[in-house]
T-cell receptor
Framework: DAEITQSPRHKITETGRQVTLACHQTWNHNNMFWYRQDLGHGLRLIHY???????NKGEVSDGYSVSRSNTEDLPLTLESAASSQTSVYFC???????????FGPGTRLTVT | QQQVKQSPQSLIVQKGGISIINCAYENTAFDYFPWYQQFPGKGPALLIAIRPDVSEKKEGRFTISFNKSAKQFSLHIMDSQPGDSATYFC???????????FGKGTSLLVTP
């Protein structure tokens, strides 16, 4: 069955370290998104991509970067982790011309 | 700036009762309004969605009511069950493939 996976599911890192969160989908969707979820803020868009080599900034992109070298993967990189980036991160994907976004199971990141 | 405002933040309903969650938006260019359901430790999953050319959509016990002139939409859960206890997010989208603008979420608890 097609699916979207995220790894790791849990990560603890130190302030200042570079961290990369993986997202992989097997639906062959063109559109991929990264959100962060925080209490009191709901889900906020970090970065998104409409296809290979395409990346765009979302509402809360500072301190994050993404790259899209193939259809299936959109890794999220925290260049220099900060305590304010402690959060749960969700990756999502959707097909071109379709409505539904499918979400991954999330990665809980703690920056100490 | 929050483009979709959701209320209440939390809700407690007795089993068999009706749960009502409300959302309001400002951008009249939004063309798709989904509701997502999220259980602890899981990613959000699409529950039901509506387009602005329809005033109501029903799927089983779940109904979306949409008021275009008031720029408001709501989720009604009839005959609420303990298994409905989850966090519910409303969202709005500018067009096909675009990212979702989420409300801050409503934590629903259905008591036995």
């Amino acid at each position: 069955d097609a699916e979207i996976t995220q790894s790791p599911r849990h990560k603890i890192t130190e302030t200042g370290r570079q961290v990369t969160l993986a997202c992989h989908q097997t639906w062959n969707h063109n559109n991929m998104f990264w959100y962060r979820q925080d209490l009191g803020h709901g889900l906020r868009l970090i970065h998104y991509s409409y296809g290979v080599q395409d990346t765009n900034k979302g509402e809360v992109s500072d301190g994050y970067s993404v790259s899209r070298s193939n259809t299936e993967d959109l890794p999220l990189t925290l260049e220099s982790a900060a305590s304010s980036q402690t959060s749960v991160y969700f990756c999502a994907s959707s097909g071109s011309g379709t409505h539904e976004q499918y979400f991954g199971p999330g990665t809980r990141l703690t920056v100490t | 700036q929050q483009q979709v405002k959701q209320s209440p933040q939390s809700l407690i309903v007795q089993k068999g009762g009706i749960s009502i969650i409300n959302c309001a938006y400002e951008n009249t260019a939004f063309d798709y309004f989904p509701w997502y359901q999220q259980f602890p430790g899981k990613g959000p999953a699409l529950l039901i969605a509506i387009r602005p050319d329809v005033s109501e959509k029903k799927e089983g016990r779940f109904t979306i009511s949409f008021n275009k002139s008031a720029k408001q939409f709501s989720l009604h859960i009839m005959d609420s069950q303990p298994g409905d206890s989850a966090t519910y997010f409303c969202a709005a989208r500018l067009g096909s493939g675009y990212a979702l603008n989420f409300g801050k979420g409503t934590s629903l608890l259905v008591t036995p």
